[in-house]
């Protein structure tokens, strides 16, 4: 079954640290883009990250850049978020998604598989 | 930065009504749209990819169009369970893989 399973989620002080996982399974991990995609209490999906299949290429949202770092472990079939200097406006529920890819002229993305999410709160 | 702007963002509508939710972008992202369903306490659901691709399972009650800017994911006869919200996506490059705001479906 494919699978993706985030953990690392909890309670932590405004300007404080978190580190969340993702682990897949069910698929070959090292062959997808994959991302972190979050939700507001209340509020809509906003994508945070995204990082290519060797981990070398990466993308944040703005409002994360410099705080936060995506990464991942082929071998362990697991991604990562590194979130830092953590904020109130940070506290979500965090999916992890596998990115698939189509073309036509040029490459589409699309998220088809996902995780059922971690809650990170930023609060005193 | 491109910006997916979704309408309404939320409407009333009966089982077995056609339903039309509307996405514009803020400039041209050809025809590389998705569109994803999500239910309370449910992580998002993939529905169409790439304007107008069905996801493998989802009914074919749903249906996406348009391109350039204007985008458009219609249920026919809605059924209980299409309650929902629904978000658009920018699927065009992995530099920004951008949601709309998301259009709620209540009942009526």
């Known amino acids: 079954e494919v699978q993706l399973v985030e953990s690392g989620g909890g309670l932590v002080q405004p300007g404080g640290s978190l580190r969340l996982s993702c682990e897949a399974s069910?698929?070959?991990?090292?062959?997808?883009?994959m991302s972190w995609v979050r939700q507001a209490p209340g509020k809509g999906l906003e994508w945070v990250a995204n990082?290519?299949?060797?981990?070398?290429?990466?993308y944040f949202v703005d409002s994360v850049k410099g705080r936060f770092t995506i990464s991942r472990d082929n071998a362990k079939k697991s991604l990562y978020l590194q979130m830092n200097s953590l904020r109130a406006e940070d506290s979500a529920i965090y999916y992890c998604?596998?990115?698939?890819?189509?073309?036509?002229?040029?490459?589409?993305?699309?998220?088809?598989?996902w995780g059922k999410g971690t809650t990170v709160t930023v609060s005193s | 930065d491109i910006q997916m702007t979704q309408s309404p963002s939320s409407l009333s509508a009966s089982v077995g009504d056609r339903v039309t939710i509307t996405c514009r972008a803020s400039q041209s992202i050809s025809s590389y749209l998705n569109w994803y369903q999500q239910k309370p306490g449910r992580a998002p659901k993939l529905l169409i990819y790439a304007t107008s691709n069905l996801q493998s399972g989802v009914p074919s009650r749903f249906s996406g169009s348009g391109s350039g800017t204007d985008f458009t994911l219609t249920i026919n006869s809605l059924q209980p369970e299409d309650f929902a919200i629904y978000y658009c996506?920018?699927?065009?490059?992995?530099?920004?893989?951008?949601f709309g705001g998301g259009t709620k479906v209540e009942i009526k």
């Open positions: 990082i290519n299949q060797e981990g070398n290429e990466k």
């Open positions: 996506q920018r699927s065009y490059s992995t530099r920004a893989l951008t």
């Open positions: 069910g698929f070959t991990f090292s062959s997808y883009w």
């Open positions: 998604a596998r990115v698939n890819a189509g073309s036509y002229s040029s490459y589409y993305y699309y998220m088809d598989v």
